[in-house]
Nanobody, 111 residues
């Protein structure tokens, strides 16, 4: 099983990034997929989740700014992040509801 994230980096406040998580080794289309994030000194928090049927939920701090989506043919889940704020700075990890985690990708929002 592998979940490999990409797309993180340094961006200025107000900017955008798109994270990707490519899955392998399990039945991706049957799995709810989530993005979590953890900032230094803070607890891990749910950013967004998309079910196998495409329903979505978002953490309160990102509603209206982030969009989660999936492409089952590519076994990939995306997180489009717009209007980024310094408080969005964190390591973002992909999670499959079978209990699998990716290694994470760093997002830093700073001028």
């Amino acid at each position: 099983v592998q979940l490999v994230e990409s797309g993180g980096g340094l961006v200025q406040p107000g900017g955008s990034l798109r994270l990707s998580c490519v899955a392998s080794g399990f039945t991706f289309s049957s799995s709810d997929m989530s993005w979590y994030r953890q900032a230094p000194g803070k607890e891990r928090e749910l950013v967004a989740r998309i079910t196998s049927l495409g329903s979505t939920i978002y953490g309160g701090s990102v509603k209206g700014r982030f969009t989660i989506s999936r492409d089952d043919a590519k076994k990939t889940v995306y997180l489009q992040m717009n209007s980024l704020k310094p408080e969005d700075t964190a390591v973002y990890c992909c999670f499959a509801n079978w209990g699998y985690w990716g290694q994470g990708t760093q997002v830093t929002v700073s001028s």
